[in-house]
């Protein structure tokens, strides 16, 4: 009598049949990352549910499959999760799209400390960490505790505050004194109950670098929990590999300067340090100059920006900025920077071009190519 697959079983059943098709000796490991967040494939929630398959399917299809389970466009969200429960590809960090963070874990340089907090409904969980000397990037995992806890809502939405404390000092001592704080970026996890947490330090701004190892004091409140969840997490530099190349470089129009200060690159992270000036008397506005930048290799490639920490002083006339972009693939000899202003609607939304693409008009007579110094 034939076995009865529940459904997802035989979606994956089919799929598997299709990549038998392909090329089954082709290394796919990097496209599925890649796909997962450029079809923003969000698997659903469950508790103790879980597909079935066989450890020899696992072991003689998933090297060669998983990839083109998401690159191939026939796979849905459940299918999505199901991925998660796959043997050596759990990990927020390795399926959340950031090439930095899938380096991170692929050169063993992420952190797992598996600490958590819990309450009668749920537990948070950080179960990677890694800390670049550019950025301190966290995954975070909530598990209900019954069917009851669940939320429809994605982690990122239920989350009403998060506040950081570095060796128990709240983390704003951290930053400079004026207005500039620093900023906690979240980003979608992999499925509604994961989320990553992001933060860098503003020593290029005017604030205090972060110590190499420091605890970390996670405070969240959750939406329809009464009480704040904290985690103590430890966190220890791993800036292996990472060096920084100074550009001191001016470059001038008629309407402002910018002054490229240095790059820092790491394995994980490429962060670009600028100043941007008006003439004296002028008052610095995004919304009439939003000044951005490409950072391009020798052979073209751009690199993905991430997050960026800038700063003006009320009714001042510069804007001093840390860019952060996705690593570098190789390390190339020397990279080419390319200011561009990016054009803004009268209501403060980016104009788009006929693909939906934002539009840059780009300044070459501004750009700096900068030698690296490996």
Known sequence: MKKHLEPQEDELKSVLNKIRERDPNRDFSDIIITKIKEQNIKPVTTIERRIK???SVIATTVAASLALVIASGFVSPTMAESLQQVPGVKSIFKLAGDLGLRVAVNENLVSLPNVSASNENLSLIVPEIIYDGTRVSL???RNPKSELSISNNPLKKDIKNVSLLINGEDIQSFGPDNSNDIVVFQYAGVDNNSVILEFSDLRNQGGKILPN????TLNVDLKGESKTLSIEVPVKKNDT?????NINATKKS????????KIEITPVTTNLSTVLSLPEGKI??????NLAYDVVDSDGNSLKLLSSNEWHETNGNELTSDIRFQPFTTIPDKITIKPYIIEINKNGTFKQDTNGEVLKQYLPNLEVEVPIKK
């Open 53 to 55: 398959m066989k450890k």
């Open 139 to 141: 995954s975070l995992e």
């Open 213 to 216: 190892s420091f605890d970390l």
């Open 241 to 245: 590999g990472a060096f920084v190349t």
């Open 254 to 261: 008629e309407d402002f300067t910018i002054k490229f200060q």
């Open 284 to 289: 610095y506005d995004p919304l009439k100059l």
